[in-house]
């Protein structure tokens, strides 16, 4: 049985940082490329950052310089550092895990960054 779990979300302040962890069991953890996708109230769920199996990262423009991806193939865990954030970073956060034609995807975590 496939699990994908987030955690780490929560209010941040502007300027504040966050770290989202992304723990999954039942999947060849390495063989899988990992990403995170976050969806708005109200817009489409987009891409944030992914990193593949040999890892290689790839970020969308807009946290390309605050966020960071990062791996750790011996707890079968992903994590987003989320520094510098915006307002516009408010979205709920999904972890992805795809290798091939399989792909699964978590529930979710909720990050609010208000005054």
């Known amino acids: 049985q496939v699990q994908i779990v987030e955690s780490g979300g929560g209010l941040v302040q502007p300027g504040g940082s966050l770290r989202l962890s992304c723990a999954t069991s039942?999947?060849?953890?390495?063989?899988?490329?990992m990403a995170w996708y976050r969806q708005a109230p109200g817009k489409q769920r987009e891409f944030v950052a992914v990193?593949?199996?040999?890892?290689?990262?790839k970020y969308r423009d807009s946290v390309r310089d605050r966020f960071s991806i990062s791996r750790d193939n011996a707890n079968n865990t992903v994590y987003l550092q989320m520094n510098r954030l915006k307002p516009d970073d408010t979205a709920v956060y999904y972890c992805?895990?795809?290798?091939?034609?399989?792909?699964?995807w978590g529930q979710g975590t909720q990050v609010t960054v208000s005054s």
């Open positions: 992805n895990a795809a290798a091939g034609a399989l792909s699964y």
């Open positions: 039942g999947i060849h953890f390495s063989d899988y490329n």
């Open positions: 990193i593949g199996s040999g890892g290689a990262f």
